[in-house]
């Protein structure tokens, strides 16, 4: 199966970073995995600090000070995420902090693709990992990058369309995004990843760990064909572990049925605030920052990118 080895194959694919991305990334708050959830409001954060009960999250047990940290915060009923990454900088008897070293909302296409908030509770979910994973609707995607920093990525799509098993590897394909590729740029000078994989209506969590690689083979992107586009890329995860828990935190948050989202939280106004917070200086930037000035502008922008580009 061919690979992609280098930054450079994977941007001949999957397009260039736009550099007007990294505006959106503050560094404050405006390879494992484990959930956390609650009520709203159960974690909390100020400044470069994030705090987080311990009760609310899932096998708390392995979390160790001074680790990588990446998260994807969820709001229910609202499309677009928030992905914080960090350090965890202590844990008392009872909370888990954490030093965020960047912050940035997330677009909504992975929610948008996976219909993920139009489920009702109770879903059963499957007992074994194959079947688990081609009924799964969203995956969050645990790479680390040549330093050791951890990034967490929402992969979304129709059941039997996200992921499936092949023996002993894991298969998933990329679809149009944002075009940050920070995962899939970590996955080629650090091949371990960790996944989440999540079943609307469930609260059972599929997690996989092993190495991974990336591949523009035909055949391979062909299984994820959706409205007769097949991807530009697919991911390829031999997989060294993997175990199907019963989630707590999931039981916790209660997201379904899923209200509608806050009507104080603006996706398009918090993408424009950051970008606004940034501390870059280039010309692209400049215009950037201007660009966002215009009002509704930003709105309009995703509301076409979200329609046009989903696939």
């Known amino acids: 199966m061919p690979q992609i080895e280098s930054v450079a194959g994977l941007e001949a694919i999957v397009g260039k970073k736009a550099p007007a991305l990294d505006m959106k990334e503050v560094d404050h708050i405006g390879p494992a995995s484990l959930a956390g959830g609650g009520t709203a409001g159960f974690a909390s954060g100020v400044d470069k600090t994030l705090r987080s009960p311990r009760e609310n999250l899932d096998e708390n047990a392995s979390i160790q000070a001074g ?32 030093d965020v070293t960047e912050c940035y909302l997330h677009c909504a ?25 081609t009924a799964a609707r969203l995956m969050a995607l645990g790479t680390l990058d040549s330093e050791g920093r951890a990034d967490v990525s929402p992969k979304g799509d129709p059941a039997e369309r996200l992921m499936r098993f092949d023996g002993e590897r894991l298969l998933f394909a990329a679809r149009p995004g944002n ?3 920070d995962s899939f740029r970590n996955i080629l000078v650090q091949p371990r990843v960790a996944i989440m994989a999540l079943i609307p209506g ?31 890329l697919a991911i390829e995860v031999r997989v060294t572990d993997w175990s199907i828990t019963s989630s707590q935190a999931l039981q916790s948050a209660q997201l379904w049925p899923a209200p509608p989202p806050p009507e104080d939280l603006k996706p398009a106004k918090i993408f424009a605030e950051h970008m606004r917070l940034s501390k870059q200086k280039s ?5 950037a920052k201007a660009a966002v000035s215009v009002p509704g502008l930003v709105r309009r922008s995703l509301e076409s ?6 696939y």
Not at 70 to 97: A, C, Q, Y
Not at 283 to 287: C, E, I, K, V, Y
């Open 109 to 133: 296409k992975a929610f948008l693709r996976s219909a993920f908030w139009q489920a009702a509770p109770g879903k059963d979910a499957p007992s074994e990992a194959p079947d688990f994973a």
């Open 283 to 287: 010309l692209s930037a400049r215009m």
């Open 67 to 98: 680790a990588p940290f990446g998260s994807l915060w969820l709001v229910p009923g609202m499309n677009e995420s928030l992905r914080i990454n960090g350090t965890v900088k202590g844990i008392s008897s009872d909370s888990v902090m954490i």
């Open 179 to 181: 075009r940050r590729t």
């Open 202 to 232: 469930a609260c059972n969590v599929l997690h996989v760990q092993g190495e991974a690689t990336l591949t523009d083979d035909l055949e391979t992107r062909a299984l994820f064909e959706v409205q007769d586009k097949v991807p530009k």
């Open 305 to 310: 990118d979200y329609e046009k580009n989903l």
